[in-house]
């Protein structure tokens, strides 16, 4: 690695990837690109970028799909493809439109560009759990059949499937990581640790979907950096490749309240909704291959995960008041 693109630089991941690069990779040179989509607030993104942009990183505010990707690609041998239009529940109806420009469209015009670059020495694509649906068994395994249970899921599995083709039509040396909900300091305010941390330091009711008895596995931010980076470098890696990225940790939402009334040391009172179509009964991955082929193992578990994530959100809870 030495010139990097991150896209969705802005967002909840790819920000955390640029610090972590800046800190930890110092000789690499990072250029990122966001099209600050106002799916939450562009406040939320300038803070997420604030440390990048001290630093003189160079981030162009364009959208992938229009964007003249062949220019600024030049000199970049890896690309982190973290843009992407997130959110199970809202990609139903109308909105869909947004998540075939974001999700799929963008992810091509991404690869007609890396293809006309020879430099490209790997791409690592943002795929996600969703692709699995209600999955065959647990933990899941990248062979088990994917069937999406949301369009979302839907958009992003076209979007490995994209890396796949490229892969085999035209020795792109693409990479696709399948996160297990991702959480920790930046997670977006859409998701839920955000809404439950925020809600409960506010004294607020928490908002259930569903009996609590649903089950995730959920992965920390610093984890999935480092599958990121593993993704980027490892040798011998086949183009086209797909890997599982997940915590392990398997527990349910009521599990989750239980550990935030213990850390942050209040009662929480539930106020619960019913289902939303879209959201699966329970994840949960195998990371077995990531840790043959990345030599990728989480570190962080969820209750440090956790408490990380709280301290973060604690002296800014003030502004997620009104989004949660
Ligand atoms: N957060 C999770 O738990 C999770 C789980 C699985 C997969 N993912 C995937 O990881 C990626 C990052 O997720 P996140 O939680 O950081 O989301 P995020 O919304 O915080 O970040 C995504 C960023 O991409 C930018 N973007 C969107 N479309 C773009 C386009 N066409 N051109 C340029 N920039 C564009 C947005 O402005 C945003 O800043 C997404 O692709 C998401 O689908 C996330």
Do not use: C
């Given at each position: 690695?030495?010139?990097?693109?991150?896209?969705?630089?802005?967002?909840?991941?790819?920000?955390?990837?640029?610090?972590?690069?800046?800190?930890?990779?110092?000789?690499?040179?990072?250029?990122g690109i966001d099209s600050f989509t106002d799916y939450y607030?562009?406040?939320?993104?300038?803070?997420?970028?604030?440390?990048?942009?001290?630093?003189?990183?160079?981030?162009?505010?364009?959208?992938?799909?229009?964007?003249?990707?062949?220019?600024?690609?030049?000199?970049?041998?890896?690309?982190?493809?973290?843009?992407?239009?997130?959110?199970?529940?809202?990609?139903?109806?109308?909105?869909?439109?947004?998540?075939?420009?974001?999700?799929?469209?963008?992810?091509?015009?991404?690869?007609?560009?890396?293809?006309?670059?020879?430099?490209?020495?790997?791409?690592?694509?943002?795929?996600?759990?969703?692709?699995?649906?209600?999955?065959?068994?647990?933990?899941?395994?990248?062979?088990?059949?994917?069937?999406?249970?949301?369009?979302?899921?839907?958009?992003?599995?076209s979007a490995e499937h994209l890396m796949g083709l490229y892969?085999?039509?035209?020795?792109?040396?693409?990479?696709?990581?399948?996160?297990?909900?991702?959480?920790?300091?930046?997670?977006?305010?859409?998701?839920?640790?955000?809404?439950?941390?925020?809600?409960a330091l506010l004294g607020r009711p928490i908002q259930l979907?569903?009996?609590?008895?649903?089950?995730?596995?959920?992965?920390?931010?610093?984890?999935?950096?480092?599958?990121?980076?593993?993704?980027?470098?490892?040798?011998?890696?086949?183009?086209?490749?797909?890997?599982?990225?997940?915590?392990?940790?398997?527990?349910?939402?009521?599990?989750?309240?239980?550990?935030?009334?213990?850390?942050?040391?209040?009662?929480?009172?539930?106020?619960?909704?019913?289902?939303?179509?879209?959201?699966?009964?329970?994840?949960?991955?195998?990371?077995?291959?990531?840790?043959?082929?990345?030599?990728?193992?989480?570190?962080?578990?969820?209750?440090?995960?956790?408490?990380?994530?709280?301290?973060?959100?604690?002296?800014?809870?003030?502004?997620?008041?009104?989004?949660?």
């Open positions: 690695m030495k010139r990097v693109l991150i896209t969705g630089i802005a967002g909840f991941i790819g920000s955390t990837l640029g610090e972590y690069l800046l800190a930890r990779y110092p000789s690499v040179d990072i250029v607030p562009l406040s939320i993104k300038t803070d997420n970028l604030a440390v990048l942009r001290e630093a003189g990183v160079e981030v162009h505010d364009e959208d992938l799909v229009t964007a003249n990707l062949e220019g600024l690609l030049e000199g970049v041998d890896t690309i982190f493809h973290q843009a992407g239009q997130p959110g199970v529940r809202a990609s139903w109806g109308a909105t869909f439109d947004t998540y075939l420009h974001h999700n799929i469209l963008a992810t091509q015009r991404l690869l007609e560009a890396a293809q006309a670059s020879p430099a490209i020495e790997r791409i690592v694509y943002a795929s996600s759990s969703s692709v699995y649906g209600e999955a065959e068994r647990y933990p899941t395994l990248e062979t088990d059949r994917p069937r999406p249970v949301s369009p979302y899921g839907v958009t992003k599995l892969a085999s039509n035209f020795g792109v040396p693409t990479v696709s990581l399948r996160y297990f909900t991702v959480f920790g300091p930046r997670q977006r305010p859409d998701m839920a640790f955000t809404r439950f941390i925020s809600r979907f569903g009996t609590g008895e649903q089950i995730r596995d959920f992965t920390f931010v610093d984890d999935v950096v480092r599958a990121n980076i593993a993704a980027a470098t490892a040798t011998g890696v086949a183009g086209g490749s797909v890997f599982n990225i997940s915590g392990g940790a398997s527990v349910s939402v009521n599990d989750i309240f239980t550990a935030l009334e213990s850390l942050i040391g209040t009662t929480i009172a539930i106020d619960r909704s019913a289902r939303v179509a879209g959201d699966v009964d329970r994840t949960g991955g195998s990371s077995a291959a990531a840790m043959d082929s990345l030599g990728w193992s989480p570190q962080v578990s969820l209750s440090e995960g956790l408490a990380r994530q709280i301290q973060w959100l604690e002296p800014r809870v003030g502004s997620y008041a009104d989004l949660v």
